[in-house]
Every structure is written in structure tokens, then in C-alpha cells.
């Protein structure tokens, strides 16, 4: 199996524009996490799929993020608009039930 | 609130020595922890994990230690390589099929 993959791996973009992150979880895997990493407040959770249907999506900032799961095989993060503060490293991970999670490599996103 | 923290943002060590890296976590319906290494650039990556109906687990060369009474969780790493030289960081969730939360993160240095 390739593992989580996500893409793109960098995205550099103008502050009011939107940003569409992606993932492919693995195969088979029945949950999704979407994390978000920054030097100041480590990994938090944003949001979590089953089966892909939302579970927790407390960890959201604002509503100007959104996240879907259409399918099995992906799930996107939309952030719109973007603003500099959310500059970050976002992350998605796959588990099956709920043990191993498994981490894709990051997309690492620049609001200028 | 649940947190999970680590005692050490940095441990530095000489290439041959073991490795102890803390971790306390103040939630006591925790019952499952993970262990992940984060390299520059990188993904979180799967170290060990234990259920809180065990003390301790071992893999290739990587121990987990759990105590549950005082909440606190540490990971041993024989014979440190500079290969091991990262972030690491304990995770943990209340009820399987919940995200995990993350603690900030020990940087390990190892210098040959």
C-alpha cells in the first residue's frame, strides 16, 4: 500500500484566496483525521470522519474552514477565505478502527 | 482539561546511550497511547503503542513503559543511533475510535 497520500505538498497562496487540501486515506481504513501543526501549538485535531461520515469537527477554526468526505478513498480540507495565521502544516491520517493511525507526509501551506 | 504533555522539550544524548523520553497525560479514562517520531519534513511515524490494561511493551529496541497511577508515560530507546534523532511524541484517546491528542513534542539530539 502507498499510505496516506496528500496532496499538494506545498501550496503558497495569496491571503482571501481558497485553498483546497487533499487525501487519499489507505485502503480499507474506516477512519480520517485531519491535524494541524504549527511550532506554537503542536498537532491538534481538526476534524474527524467514520465511515465517512463527520464525527468531531469541534476542532474547526472558524467557518471559513470545511471539510468533506465524499467516498472511502477521499477527503478534502477547504479553507476559504485564507488568511496568513493559518499557515501551517496540515495532516491527514487514516486508522482502522481506531488503532494505528497512519500519517500521511503533510501539506505545508503559506498564506502570504 | 485533557492534556497530554511531555516533561522535556529537548534530550540530547551520545550516539550508544539509552534514551528516556517522558511524557504525562492528565485524562485517567486514557486508554490507549502511541508513540510517533516525527523527522524533518516529515509525517508523524508509528513508534509502539499500549493499552491501559498493560504496564509495559516492547519492539526492536524501543520500550513502553505505562503507569497508570501516576499517568505517566515513557518511551526507552537502547543503543540511540543519530538515525533516531527527531521529534517524538505521545498521543492518546479515551474511547477506541476517537481522535488522538497529541502532547507538544521532545526533540532528541544525537550526537556521535
Known amino acids: 500500500d502507498a499510505g496516506v497520500i496528500q496532496s499538494p505538498r506545498h501550496e503558497v497562496t495569496e491571503m482571501g484566496q481558497e485553498v483546497t487540501l487533499r487525501c487519499k486515506p489507505i485502503?480499507?481504513?474506516?477512519?480520517l483525521f485531519w491535524y494541524r501543526q504549527t511550532m506554537m501549538r503542536g498537532l491538534e485535531l481538526l476534524i474527524y470522519?467514520?465511515?465517512?461520515?463527520?464525527?468531531?469537527d469541534s476542532g474547526m477554526p472558524e467557518d471559513r474552514f470545511s471539510a468533506k468526505m465524499p467516498n472511502a478513498s477521499f477527503s478534502t480540507l477547504k479553507i476559504q477565505p485564507s488568511e496568513p495565521r493559518d499557515s501551517a502544516v496540515y495532516f491527514c491520517?487514516?486508522?482502522?478502527?481506531?488503532?494505528?493511525?497512519?500519517f500521511g507526509s503533510g501539506t505545508r501551506l503559506t498564506v502570504v | 482539561g485533557e492534556s497530554v504533555g511531555l516533561h522535556l522539550p529537548t534530550l540530547s544524548v551520545q550516539e550508544g546511550d539509552n534514551s528516556i523520553i517522558n511524557c504525562a497525560y492528565s485524562?485517567?479514562?486514557?486508554?490507549?497511547f502511541i508513540w510517533y517520531k516525527q523527522e524533518s519534513g516529515k509525517g508523524p511515524q508509528f513508534i509502539i503503542d499500549?493499552?491501559?490494561?498493560?504496564d509495559k511493551r516492547q519492539g526492536q529496541r524501543v520500550t513502553v513503559l505505562l503507569n497508570k497511577t501516576v499517568k505517566h508515560l515513557s518511551l526507552q530507546i537502547a543503543a540511540t543511533q543519530p538515525g533516531d534523532s527527531a521529534v517524538y511524541f505521545c498521543?492518546?484517546?479515551?474511547?477506541?475510535?476517537?481522535?488522538?491528542?497529541f502532547g507538544k513534542g521532545t526533540t532528541l539530539s544525537v550526537s556521535s
Open positions: 498521543a492518546e484517546n479515551s474511547k477506541e475510535g476517537t481522535a488522538l491528542i
Open positions: 499500549i493499552r491501559s490494561n498493560m
Open positions: 485502503s480499507g481504513h474506516d477512519y
Open positions: 491520517a487514516s486508522s482502522l478502527s481506531g488503532v494505528g493511525y497512519t
Open positions: 470522519f467514520n465511515n465517512n461520515v463527520p464525527i468531531d
Open positions: 485524562n485517567s479514562a486514557s486508554d490507549y
